[in-house]
């Protein structure tokens, strides 16, 4: 079995990764708070986090790895994108607007997230169909001396943790020092976080021993978490930008209400984007969500290997002169593995690369040579991993005309041809040359990737027999 390698973000060293059980491999991802769209940034973990379920799934099995992402689908921004469309002139009742908002970003989500090759997790938990598990993980912290109650809301007393910001190696002190919000009369301790909160009428609600009212944030990941994957789990990951408030806040309540568990034994956290060599924003106009790239005529293929072709930890730049480039790869690859009349096994330096802290662009590296190399089926099958095959042969990659295999036929030539010239053999590359002139294919080589066409007198016999 292949041994897996990943930073620890705890332990801020590349650990051999060991699960719990091997027949029972237990991951949790932060998901989308659904009131909009999801903008690239938001599409990086999901893609990351998707390669790691397909690696797990390799190496301990189809039916052996449990991938839970939720939907935050009760807070204050969903609350106040409901309020603007109230206002807006939608005369509902502004709870059965929530309702709407959130079922209707929800369906987005999967299909900007599918576009992007991405798998649905095993379990995709909504916050508001654990409100009494979260009610019980409060109650506990209560009974336990970690939670208080005040002026209606429920806080976690972080001094009531000793561990409290080990994760993103920050000292209580130094977070007092630096605060400049103005702090709540109802908190003991600027740093205590909410657990509970009052809900008016009009709002979103449930009944609980402390008042009608709402969870906070950070509470819904840990009993969701704890519901479905149990108190300890193997690996918890998203975006860098969670590790502190939320992830540090989860694992405080975690490991308060369950002393006995563990909760993660490894954390993982991606880098973030920009754009242009710019930080994403509204304000300087480069911000897009994944189905403006989309609508722009951008793949969702092409979306993914953009993602994949920097490491995670690393910080990631879309631009411009990577999408080309991931368009004429993949335009490339798939014209290549349409010949495959079987998918292979990926290639051991793509699973090596992978397993090495998730390692993509060593595993693209390794599918570039493979593509030279002319290994279809073991391309195929390595592109597959990377998730690059999950919607097949896109239509954008294909040549009006000619079927898959055909397509495969001519590019697997195309490829032999440049690999002859580039040892300067030119006898066997003109010999190509003339065996699909033969064959009624008509080519016409451009700066990019060779562009060619049916002839008249195109003969798929003739074809074949050059292989």
Known sequence: MTKIKLYNTKT?????????????????????????????????????FDTLFRLLRHTYGHYAVRYVRNFTDVDDKINARA?????????????????????????????DMEALGTLRPTDEPRATEYIAQMVSMIERLIERGNAYVSEGHVLFDVNSYDAYGALSGRKLEDMRAGKRVEIADYKRDPMDFVLWKPSTDDLPGWDSPWGRGRPGWHIECSAMSLDLLGATFDIHGGGLDLQFPHHENEIAQSCCANPDGGFANVWMHNEMIQVEGKKMSKSLGNFFTVKDLLDKGIPGEVIRFVILSTHYRSPMDWTAKRVAEAQKTLTKWYRLVGLALDNGTPHPEVISGLSDDLNTARAIAECHQLGHAGDVPTLRASMSLLGLMENGIPEWAKVEGFTDAETGYVRFLLQKRDNARKVRNFQKADGIRDGLANAGVVVRDTSDEPEFNKGDNFDVAKLEGLL
């Open 83 to 111: 309020a603007e469309m109230k206002v807006k002139g939608d005369d509902r009742d502004l709870k059965a607007i929530i309702r709407e908002l959130t079922d209707q970003t929800i369906a987005w989500y999967h299909e």
């Open 12 to 48: 801020r060293t590349k650990e051999d990764f060991v699960p719990i059980d091997a027949a029972n491999v237990r991951m949790y991802v932060c998901g989308p708070t659904v009131y909009d769209r999801a903008h690239i940034g938001n599409a990086r973990p999901v893609v990351v």
